[in-house]
């Protein structure tokens, strides 16, 4: 039997949840050996094969429609998608500034900030358009929950295992954290 | 009260009737989760997390509200009930902003350790998140309404503990908000700050301003303390990390029963500039300077001083063994005249009363002084007892902080009529101030052989400085040295004036302040939380202080200050 397919992308994150997927050191091998990883954020090979995988893991919230794009294609292309880390979950710290108007928000990050010479707010066809940050399973179902803020190294390799094996994973204990 | 046996999770557990079902439970280990709930405070079962399947009861029932009954069998993990259970917590996290990612409670919260302990991995129910205000009209701490849970422990703090009355809730159902008075910003309202909702709220909708986010419970270290800033001796709890203090908490198995006031909580800990080093006098500029060449400077003046022209001021505040020390150096071997900077008062003061009889009194009697300014701990208890039909008679000329809520207030010249009042209560207690007349203190011990005493110190630790026969700043002709152990108080503008009369002033003092003008050299004395000693509470309790940061090296303890200045004369 093959192994089964796993590809990861991420949406509006900090890349974090990714490093803790990295910070599983030598175990990666271990998690190779029963899955194969056909693509992610970090590899040459970013986005999902059109003929699918079995499991697709998505890291960060939707917040902008380029965001919405990957998400949607990633719920096509995966039989079974996980949500992998707070901002995926719940909405995580994009969510913020839900409690502003999104004019407001995008001129203190663009011409506001004290850093900032001659800032404008960039407007182009070509550049996805900001949307009310939301978690994942807003937008498309989600099968599994995988919060923490990153989940750890143990709580990823733990959920992978589980999913190379047809099981579904839950997290307990010191690998439940949402923070 | 008879002994009934009920049945928990297989479990026969043997309580006193009126026991609840999470007491019994809790006597044989058996832990139901809660969040409303909080041992110092009454039950009104309004979370819904200790919902428990009693045999015969078709409804599941809220374990802290509902009481045992003999033969009665209890599952407390039924799996109705952790159902149940996670469908409230579902409902909770549903319905404010509970992201734990960025709140200052995260890793101490107990709605999170809830959601941890039934493996709740995401939110099932989408989260409206309306957008609450945050209020942060108070000095020391704020609210965040966005985290509130509506269990209400703060509003129960306020009433049943403190007797404030200031919290309260509007509207109804979602659009439930915790308020003060009639809906006004925190700071404008009755609240007093006295911050034992701070202490008791189980989520991050109350925060600290000072201690937000400098460490969670598991970073932090804790000594278990006495705040020594007044005569009451309220048990504390000093929290800090690195040795640095972050914040005082109240001892809820204290004699203050938890409750603290805005000074012994906050104030305290406001950052007011110390004194960090020995400073000396030079070119009419007061410099740092070592401690060889301060002391130096005092034992010179010392020995240039005529005798009978030295003098030395103490605070009634300092702890016994420094009083002790600072009598004991000064008069037997620096041949110093000593008094204190408060007042002490004369005669003898009946007491024998505590906190602890306040709650179980019918009357209370209060006389002279104003409580809720000078000890409000003391005051905070009796508006509870008043909750619980305490008649309270105040005696005081002039207008009181208290007098709103006394039942009947006399002038001062009438303070036999008042005692005439409490003759036929059956638990009296006479809650006095200190400074009373020594006359009008005889009207009160001869009141009636039942009644508690309470007097009420202007400084806190007085009682061991009338021990030690220590009496107020006598006048002098001529003074050629003043040593002055301010510590953390200011002098008052008569002491301030006596003082430049002095040739030579020595000040001994934790921090800088307005004083600072008059001395010929400023010695640094430790910070309330590094010193170490006792004190003598108003109701004869020892109260033991313990240091919960280190003294810097460059500031001496001021025994071993005394010690060498003696030595060296």
């Given at each position: 039997?093959?192994?089964?397919?796993?590809?990861?992308?991420?949406?509006?994150?900090?890349?974090?949840?990714?490093?803790?997927?990295?910070?599983?050191?030598?175990?990666?091998?271990?998690?190779?050996?029963?899955?194969?990883?056909?693509?992610?954020?970090?590899?040459?090979?970013?986005?999902?094969?059109?003929?699918?995988?079995?499991?697709?893991?998505?890291?960060?919230?939707?917040?902008?429609?380029?965001?919405?794009?990957?998400?949607?294609?990633?719920?096509?292309?995966?039989?079974?998608?996980?949500?992998?880390?707070?901002?995926?979950?719940?909405?995580?710290?994009?969510?913020?500034?839900?409690?502003?108007?999104?004019?407001?928000?995008?001129?203190?990050?663009?011409?506001?900030?004290?850093?900032?010479?001659?800032?404008?707010?960039?407007?182009?066809?070509?550049?996805?358009?900001?949307?009310?940050?939301?978690?994942?399973?807003?937008?498309?179902?989600?099968?599994?929950?995988?919060?923490?803020?990153?989940?750890?190294?143990?709580?990823?390799?733990?959920?992978?295992?589980?999913?190379?094996?047809?099981?579904?994973?839950?997290?307990?204990?010191?690998?439940?954290?949402?923070? | 009260?008879?002994?009934?046996?009920?049945?928990?999770?297989?479990?026969?557990?043997?309580?006193?009737?009126?026991?609840?079902?999470?007491?019994?439970?809790?006597?044989?280990?058996?832990?139901?989760?809660?969040?409303?709930?909080?041992?110092?405070?009454n039950d009104i079962g309004a979370c819904r997390m200790c919902l428990v399947e009693i045999a015969g009861v078709p409804a599941l029932q809220p374990a802290c509200t509902y009481p045992v009954a003999d033969g009665m069998v209890v599952q407390t993990e039924s799996e109705r009930s952790v159902q149940m259970r996670k469908f409230v917590l579902e409902m909770l996290f549903s319905e404010r902003n509970h992201?734990?990612?960025?709140?200052?409670?995260?890793?101490?919260?107990?709605?999170?350790?809830?959601?941890?302990?039934?493996?709740?991995?995401?939110?099932?129910?989408?989260?409206?998140?309306?957008?609450?205000?945050?209020?942060?009209?108070?000095?020391?701490?704020?609210?965040?309404?966005?985290?509130?849970?509506?269990?209400?422990?703060?509003?129960?703090?306020?009433?049943?503990?403190?007797?404030?009355?200031?919290?309260?809730?509007?509207?109804?159902?979602?659009?439930?908000?915790?308020?003060?008075?009639?809906?006004?910003?925190?700071?404008?309202?009755?609240?007093?700050?006295?911050?034992?909702?701070?202490?008791?709220?189980?989520?991050?909708?109350?925060?600290?301003?000072?201690?937000?986010?400098?460490?969670?419970?598991?970073?932090?270290?804790?000594?278990?303390?006495?705040?020594?800033?007044?005569?009451?001796?309220?048990?504390?709890?000093?929290?800090?990390?690195?040795?640095?203090?972050?914040?005082?908490?109240?001892?809820?198995?204290?004699?203050?029963?938890?409750?603290?006031?805005?000074?012994?909580?906050?104030?305290?800990?406001?950052?007011?500039?110390?004194?960090?080093?020995?400073?000396?006098?030079?070119?009419?500029?007061?410099?740092?300077?070592?401690?060889?060449?301060?002391?130096?400077?005092?034992?010179?003046?010392?020995?240039?001083?005529?005798?009978?022209?030295?003098?030395?001021?103490?605070?009634?505040?300092?702890?016994?063994?420094?009083?002790?020390?600072?009598?004991?150096?000064?008069?037997?071997?620096?041949?110093?005249?000593?008094?204190?900077?408060?007042?002490?008062?004369?005669?003898?003061?009946?007491?024998?009363?505590?906190?602890?009889?306040?709650?179980?009194?019918?009357?209370?009697?209060?006389?002279?002084?104003?409580?809720?300014?000078?000890?409000?701990?003391?005051?905070?208890?009796?508006?509870?007892?008043?909750?619980?039909?305490?008649?309270?008679?105040?005696?005081?000329?002039?207008?009181?902080?208290?007098?709103?809520?006394?039942?009947?207030?006399?002038?001062?010249?009438?303070?036999?009529?008042?005692?005439?009042?409490?003759?036929?209560?059956?638990?009296?207690?006479?809650?006095?101030?200190?400074?009373?007349?020594?006359?009008?203190?005889?009207?009160?011990?001869?009141?009636?052989?039942?009644?508690?005493?309470?007097?009420?110190?202007?400084?806190?630790?007085?009682?061991?400085?009338?021990?030690?026969?220590?009496?107020?700043?006598?006048?002098?002709?001529?003074?050629?040295?003043?040593?002055?152990?301010?510590?953390?108080?200011?002098?008052?503008?008569?002491?301030?004036?006596?003082?430049?009369?002095?040739?030579?002033?020595?000040?001994?003092?934790?921090?800088?302040?307005?004083?600072?003008?008059?001395?010929?050299?400023?010695?640094?004395?430790?910070?309330?939380?590094?010193?170490?000693?006792?004190?003598?509470?108003?109701?004869?309790?020892?109260?033991?202080?313990?240091?919960?940061?280190?003294?810097?090296?460059?500031?001496?303890?001021?025994?071993?200050?005394?010690?060498?200045?003696?030595?060296?004369?």
């Amino acid at each position: 039997m093959p192994k089964p397919k796993v590809a990861t992308d991420w949406l509006g994150d900090c890349a974090g949840c990714h490093m803790s997927l990295l910070d599983m050191d030598e175990r990666i091998l271990a998690v190779l050996s029963k899955v194969q990883l056909t693509s992610s954020p970090i590899t040459d090979l970013k986005h999902p094969p059109p003929d699918g995988v079995e499991v697709g893991v998505l890291s960060g919230s939707i917040n902008n429609t380029s965001n919405l794009a990957v998400a949607r294609m990633m719920r096509k292309r995966c039989k079974c998608l996980v949500a992998m880390g707070d901002c995926a979950v719940m909405g995580g710290i994009l969510s913020l500034r839900n409690a502003f108007d999104m004019k407001e928000a995008l001129q203190r990050a663009y011409v506001d900030t004290p850093s900032t010479v001659d800032g404008f707010i960039p407007e182009s066809d070509e550049l996805a358009k900001p949307l009310r940050n939301r978690p994942v399973d807003q937008v498309v179902d989600v099968d599994v929950y995988l919060p923490g803020c990153p989940p750890s190294a143990d709580a990823i390799f733990h959920a992978l295992c589980e999913l190379a094996e047809g099981r579904t994973p839950i997290l307990e204990g010191e690998t439940l954290k949402y923070d | 009260m008879s002994a009934l046996c009920v049945t928990i999770d297989g479990k026969d557990i043997t309580v006193e009737s009126g026991a609840t079902i999470l007491e019994a439970a809790r006597t044989a280990g058996i832990d139901i989760p809660t969040l409303c709930h909080h041992p110092a405070l009454n039950d009104i079962g309004a979370c819904r997390m200790c919902l428990v399947e009693i045999a015969g009861v078709p409804a599941l029932q809220p374990a802290c509200t509902y009481p045992v009954a003999d033969g009665m069998v209890v599952q407390t993990e039924s799996e109705r009930s952790v159902q149940m259970r996670k469908f409230v917590l579902e409902m909770l996290f549903s319905e404010r902003n509970h992201y734990c990612m960025f709140c200052e409670m995260s890793g101490d919260c107990e709605l999170q350790a809830q959601a941890y302990r039934h493996g709740l991995a995401h939110w099932t129910y989408p989260t409206p998140n309306p957008r609450l205000p945050v209020d942060a009209s108070r000095r020391f701490f704020l609210m965040d309404h966005n985290r509130c849970i509506l269990c209400r422990r703060c509003i129960r703090a306020c009433s049943d503990v403190v007797g404030n009355h200031t919290l309260g809730v509007m509207a109804r159902g979602a659009h439930t908000m915790v308020t003060a008075d009639m809906d006004q910003p925190f700071g404008d309202s009755t609240c007093v700050s006295c911050g034992t909702c701070l202490q008791v709220c189980p989520t991050g909708a109350l925060v600290d301003r000072r201690s937000a986010y400098m460490g969670r419970h598991a970073d932090v270290q804790t000594t278990e303390s006495a705040c020594a800033f007044c005569s009451v001796g309220c048990a504390i709890t000093v929290v800090t990390r690195n040795g640095r203090p972050l914040r005082v908490e109240g001892g809820f198995d204290g004699p203050n029963a938890g409750v603290l006031c805005a000074r012994g909580r906050f104030e305290c800990l406001e950052g007011r500039e110390r004194v960090a080093q020995p400073m000396v006098r030079r070119n009419g500029e007061l410099t740092p300077a070592t401690w060889d060449e301060a002391t130096t400077r005092v034992a010179d003046a010392f020995r240039a001083a005529r005798p009978g022209a030295v003098h030395a001021w103490m605070t009634a505040v300092a702890l016994t063994e420094t009083m002790d020390a600072m009598a004991d150096a000064f008069r037997n071997r620096l041949g110093a005249e000593v008094s204190l900077l408060s007042r002490p008062p004369e005669g003898p003061l009946p007491n024998g009363g505590a906190l602890a009889d306040i709650d179980a009194a019918d009357r209370i009697l209060v006389v002279g002084g104003d409580l809720r300014e000078t000890h409000p701990v003391v005051a905070y208890r009796i508006q509870r007892a008043a909750d619980h039909d305490a008649a309270i008679t105040l005696v005081a000329d002039g207008p009181s902080s208290f007098s709103a809520m006394a039942h009947e207030a006399f002038p001062m010249a009438r303070l036999n009529d008042a005692c005439k009042e409490c003759q036929d209560a059956a638990r009296p207690v006479i809650v006095y101030s200190a400074d009373l007349p020594p006359e009008a203190r005889q009207a009160l011990s001869g009141l009636s052989t039942g009644a508690r005493l309470i007097p009420l110190h202007s400084a806190a630790n007085m009682p061991n400085a009338l021990t030690l026969g220590l009496g107020g700043a006598a006048a002098w002709e001529e003074c050629d040295l003043l040593y002055v152990l301010l510590q953390d108080g200011v002098l008052t503008e008569e002491q301030r004036e006596r003082a430049r009369s002095a040739a030579f002033v020595v000040l001994h003092a934790a921090y800088r302040g307005p004083d600072d003008d008059l001395a010929s050299v400023l010695l640094p004395a430790p910070l309330w939380h590094e010193r170490a000693g006792t004190f003598a509470a108003m109701d004869g309790r020892r109260a033991v202080v313990k240091p919960s940061t280190r003294r810097p090296e460059s500031v001496w303890p001021e025994a071993a200050v005394f010690e060498g200045l003696a030595a060296r004369v």
